[in-house]
């Protein structure tokens, strides 16, 4: 597993094609932001700006995860390595990458926007957490496009309806902490969150191995 | 004469659903009035989708656990039979909310989550629709089920928790049960329950076989 993610890093390392995309996603939807958002929007405009921007830059990032590996590829995969392992390598690198992603997006916006309230580095926390839930989703329906053989518009309808849960109740949190709860009122949202993420790594151990070997 | 015994008692058990509950005495009470005999059909309604989805999940890992077109046929009928349940269910609350809340559609969380629920059976729907292969359709689309039903079954318990919701039992409010379903309206409400799953059991029957009756003439 640790093999395969280190394997997930180089791939990405020698052509950065997927880290250089989502930063430009991320630098020019922030700036989109800027020009119809005037600055200091308040607690609850910030934060449905940064989860909906969040949101697609997410998807944007792991559409093409399982897609960009021809044939030939998928059976030598299969013959090294367990398919609980290759959704695991996947579902760390996402989540490391989401992490990244967000930290970014999130730098970005406060550049442009300005910073959402005085609480910001709790509301940051609760978009971290909901990024790696995020992220879980993401590794698995990603999974299930690919297999299905069909292109990215598949990806989004299958991921909406099963992101909104998280998005809900991470923008929720986002909400709480921004408006002044301390981390002990608002801890049942990021609780729900880190248990979204627990389950989607559950059931992705479970289920992929039956997506993988067809 | 070949009837069977469940059939005749959810016949008989509609019909006591459908006039017992629209004749029966109801507690007067402020706001609901008579709106509250829409408990025995809303409700009802949400029973026979989750019980049917039940089943379709049940089926889908079926499938999985051992591949047989025949399971894969019963979960994808379970699942769009609860799908028009769902819708059913959807309107009769669409009604009752209007009449009680004031308006067809609110922000409340139990609704968020069976708007999304829907979708994401709708979505399940359409992933079928995108395959040709039966085999690699019904493994895939198992797999989503799976995903998707206990994502949801989560969601729905978990999020009207977090928030405040409009509906009885949740964020403060009390249940139904607690004062105002009094022993005359439980009479029509427990058999009521039992006669939506019986129907929606029955139609899923029916629609198998017909689907079964299909492949077996074709081929």
């Known amino acids: 597993m640790w093999t395969l993610l280190q394997h997930l ?35 609850s405009v910030w934060s449905g700006l940064m989860w909906f921007l969040m949101l697609f830059n997410s998807i944007t990032a792991c559409s ?12 030598f995969y299969r013959q090294l390595s367990r398919p609980e392992d290759i959704f695991f390598s996947r579902f760390l690198f996402h989540g490391l990458f989401g992490l990244l992603l967000v930290s970014l997006q999130f730098g970005l916006l406060c550049f ?6 005085a609480h910001w580095s709790s509301m940051f926390l609760h978009i971290l957490i909901g990024a790696v839930s995020l992220m879980g989703v993401l590794s698995l329906t990603s999974a299930i496009a690919a297999m299905s053989g069909n292109n990215v518009s598949m990806m ?14 991470g923008l929720e949190g986002t909400l709480q902490a921004g408006l002044g709860d301390s981390l002990q009122q608002a801890w049942k949202f990021a609780l729900g969150n880190t248990a979204m993420g627990g389950l989607v790594a559950t059931l992705g151990y479970l289920l992929f191995p039956y997506l993988w070997n067809a | 004469m070949n009837i069977s015994w469940w059939k ?10 459908l006039v017992a509950g629209l004749m029966g005495t109801v507690p007067r009470l402020v706001v609901l009035n008579e709106t509250i ?40 009928k379970a699942a769009s039979i609860g799908f028009y349940m769902g819708i059913l269910g959807l309107l009769t ?4 909310a209007q009449f009680t809340w004031g308006r067809f559609w609110t922000n409340d969380p139990k609704l968020n989550g069976t708007a999304i629920s829907l979708l994401a059976y709708l979505a399940y729907f359409v992933l079928r629709g995108s395959m040709e292969d039966p085999m690699t359709r019904a493994r895939i689309s198992a797999v989503y089920n799976i995903f998707a039903f206990v ?27 607690e004062y105002d379903l009094d022993r005359q309206m439980r009479l029509v409400f427990y058999p009521a329950m039992i006669a939506w799953i019986g129907m929606g059991y029955w139609i899923w029957d029916i629609r198998c076989r017909i689907e079964k009756l299909k492949i077996s003439t074709s081929s």
């Open chain 1, 112 to 117: 442009f926007i300005g910073a959402p309230s």
């Open chain 2, 37 to 76: 005999r829409n408990l025995y059909y809303h409700v009802g309604m949400w029973f026979s989708m989750l019980a049917l989805w039940t089943g379709s999940l049940v089926f889908s890992i079926k499938y999985l656990s051992k591949p047989d077109l025949i399971s894969d046929l019963k979960a994808h």
């Open chain 1, 156 to 169: 989004a309808v299958l991921s909406f309806p099963l992101l909104i849960p998280v998005l809900m109740i």
């Open chain 2, 93 to 96: 609350g669409m009604l009752w």
């Open chain 1, 9 to 43: 890093w180089l791939l990405e390392w020698r052509t950065k094609y997927r880290f250089y995309n989502s930063l430009l996603y991320a630098l020019s939807t922030s700036f989109i932001a800027s020009l119809v958002v005037s600055r200091y929007p308040g607690v």
């Open chain 1, 64 to 75: 093409d995860a399982f897609r960009n590996e021809g044939e030939r590829r998928h059976i």
């Open chain 2, 8 to 17: 005749l008692g959810t016949a008989v058990l509609i019909i006591y659903t």
């Open chain 2, 151 to 177: 994502l949801m079954i989560v969601f729905i318990q978990v999020l009207p928790r977090l928030t405040d919701s409009l509906h009885p039992g949740n964020g403060g409010n009390p249940a139904f049960g």
